[in-house]
């Protein structure tokens, strides 16, 4: 069948993104539920695999509830009326919120009217909204009869792209709409219902339950304000979550179709002796969508509004000092302290006062540092505001709270023979090579490294850490002064190394996945000052993975040895250093390379005319290498495993290495 979906030019412009966010839209599809007297909602995010790139986490958001569903009869009045009332109260719009997340819609359902069911589903994309303000088009709805309970689903897709979302950031899927986070944000917004079994919601078929997020049964207050000289009561609902931070919000609601709708939020800074998280639904009368202080919570125009608000931030601080008394008498006493921090200088922010004052409220349980009067708390109380002040800091002071005396004890004698200073800047750079040969390891030898295109670009990143072919590359800069030698080198490798490794050849090692053979040879210069009449010009060229270094590339380097050697626009006074790498070595390979000089196993050749070498290393060699160097360097300095992931986006965030390359965690 088709029917026509109408327009109303006055307010498409605003339906596709009225609310401030995606998040705050798709309540709009929950709330409708609610009110379609549904008692359990299914809600499936389905998100992308880490290897799909994407630009968006997620790919579609379903949303299924057992409410009353829409018979076919009333399905053009009540769901194509763009911009008309379909409800006895609101805009009319909320039904198509889900085109603030995606373009196209899907919507099927199951309603009954006079004893009969049918079932209804058709499919909407928001450009038939956008493209015109004036015209009515048709649809295609798939109709029949149907036995089943009632029911209305929505199938959001096409999720909005990176460009789309620049034109319009409301568009932005939220994180409160992430799975990780998606339950507890449900809970949060519908605590009441879900306390009461009024509502039951699944997220991916597991049930948004009290128990996963409440610390403790909500508390209940009730208390009477004056407003415009009338005596209006209001009604406190003190909901104690689990949360990561303390996170303390008073939130106003109203009455909207049968379900308590929020007006307006408030963020509260108390001094509480936790950092859990706490919800305060404010429910009133006087918060009726039809009053002025409806409108005026957020201003402080309107006086009635003003002291309703300041009234019931009052009760929620009374509520907190009644409930925890022992804290605010501790706080009260603690203030008036000789050694608090907070007497003699301002504290950076009311967030600074309320963290220290919890530290010392509960080293004050352990320790009655006040109470006995002990003097250590003249260290204490600043060493804790200094480590409130400087989160590195923190850290460093929980690893010492851990090490054992006789380990103090030697670092007091290392600090008595050796600066600070040298001793983290020696184990640092230790430590972040030692990091780096484990991403390189990843890239060259792991299963991702031959899945993934992202292995073109480590000529790049060799670049940039010269030293693993000798400790005096350390510190050495990306340079090239001579642009007519590069040129002439350039020629040379176009000559020499523009081939396909083949069987014959027997330099070709097997490459099951299509990318990995795109991948070309790789190659840089570098220029080496090493005094004030010496430069050392470094050749270093990088065998794809699916060549390996054989008699031909042997023979090939050789002739690039010779033409450099022979060939004028060479300078004399130079020394060139060529290097050769790959995954793997042949056998013809390995019996050549070490065998010029026994002292150097990896220096395949010197002229004897002139200052140039070749050296030939297998990737392993070099990794393995560096790592005893490292370790005799830092007598086994013990460092935690590398996050490779995190290593890649902090240290080579412009190289293009994308999302498949960070699947190794």
């Not at 493209?131 to 199938?155: L, R």
């Not at 990561?244 to 509260?268: A, M, V």
């Not at 409930?323 to 003699?344: E, M, V």
């Not at 070099?622 to 790592?627: S, V």
Request: glycine share 4%; with cysteine; proline share 2%.
């Amino acid at each position: 069948m088709t029917t026509y979906f109408t327009t109303n030019g006055r307010v498409i412009s605003d339906l596709l993104a009225s609310y401030s966010n995606t998040f705050l839209a798709f309540l709009e599809l929950v709330n409708n539920s609610i009110q379609a007297k549904a008692t359990r909602i299914d809600i499936t995010i389905d998100e992308y695999a880490l290897e799909e790139i994407s630009p968006t986490p997620t790919k579609a958001i379903t949303i299924v509830d057992n409410g009353e569903g829409v018979f076919f009869d009333d399905v053009e009045h009540k769901l194509f009326d763009i911009g008309t009332v379909s409800k006895a109260t609101g805009k009319g719009i909320g039904r198509f919120a889900a085109f603030q997340i995606g373009k196209t819609v899907s919507i099927e359902t199951v309603g009954e009217k006079n004893g009969k069911k049918t079932k209804t589903a058709f499919t909407l994309n928001s450009k038939i909204i956008s493209t015109s303000h004036t015209k009515d088009y048709p649809i295609n709805i798939d109709n029949e009869p149907s036995t089943s309970d009632t029911y209305y689903k929505v199938i959001i897709q096409d999720l909005y792209t990176a460009d789309e979302i620049t034109e319009n950031p409301k568009r932005k899927i939220s994180k409160q709409l992430l799975l990780e986070n998606i339950r507890r944000e449900l809970f949060l917004c519908y605590s009441d219902l879900i306390l009461q079994s009024s509502i039951h919601i699944f997220v991916n078929n597991r049930e948004v339950l009290t128990k996963d997020f409440l610390i403790e049964p909500a508390a209940h207050k009730t208390f009477i304000c004056k407003v415009d000289g009338h005596d209006i009561t209001g009604n406190l609902t003190f909901i104690h979550y689990i949360s990561n931070k303390q996170k303390i919000r008073s939130i106003y609601r109203t009455e909207n179709n049968g379900i308590k709708s929020q007006i307006y939020t408030e963020s509260l800074s108390l001094d509480l002796p936790n950092d859990d998280g706490w919800n305060i639904l404010v429910d009133a009368d006087v918060l009726d969508a039809t009053t002025g202080l409806f409108r005026n919570l957020d201003t402080e125009l309107d006086e009635g509004a003003k002291n309703f608000k300041q009234k019931t931030n009052e009760e929620i601080r009374r509520y907190f000092m009644e409930k925890f008394p022992d804290y605010y008498n501790f706080s009260k006493k603690l203030q008036k302290d000789a050694y608090y921090p907070y007497r003699s200088q301002e504290a950076p922010s009311q967030a600074h006062v309320i963290t220290f004052n919890q530290i010392a409220y509960y080293l004050e349980n352990e320790y009655k540092l006040l109470r006995k009067n002990i003097d250590t708390r003249k260290i204490i109380y600043p060493l804790i505001n200094l480590a409130i002040a400087n989160g590195d800091l923190r850290t460093i002071l929980s690893y010492f709270t851990n090490l054992n005396p006789a380990i103090i004890k030697k670092f007091k004698e290392l600090l008595d023979t050796v600066d600070l200073e040298n001793v983290i800047e020696f184990s640092t750079d230790i430590a972040k090579k030692t990091s780096f040969l484990d991403f390189l390891n990843t890239i060259i030898y792991s299963d991702i490294s031959k899945k993934v295109k992202e292995r073109s670009e480590l000529h790049k990143i060799i670049e940039n850490n010269l030293w693993l072919f000798g400790e005096q590359y350390v510190n050495t800069l990306k340079l090239f002064s001579d642009k007519n030698l590069q040129n002439n080198l350039q020629e040379l490798r176009a000559a020499y190394f523009s081939y396909e490794p083949t069987i014959s050849d027997e330099n070709l090692i097997e490459c099951a996945d299509a990318k990995i053979k795109d991948i070309t040879d790789l190659f840089f210069f570098n220029e080496n000052i090493i005094n004030d009449t010496q430069r050392e010009i470094m050749i270093v060229e990088l065998k794809a993975p699916c060549c390996a270094i054989g008699q031909k590339e042997l023979n090939q380097v050789d002739r690039y040895l010779y033409d450099i050697e022979q060939k004028g626009c060479f300078a004399k006074n130079l020394s060139y250093k060529i290097i050769l790498v790959s995954s793997e070595l042949r056998n013809f390979a390995k019996s050549k390379v070490g065998q010029f000089d026994k002292a150097d196993k990896h220096l395949y050749t010197r002229s004897q005319n002139a200052n140039i070498s070749i050296y030939v290393y297998q990737w392993s060699d070099i990794i393995a290498e560096n790592r005893r160097r490292l370790s005799f360097l830092g007598n086994a300095l013990k460092v935690k495993d590398t996050n490779i992931q995190k290593f890649i986006k902090e240290k080579y965030p412009d190289y293009g290495i994308k999302k498949a390359v960070l699947l190794d965690e």
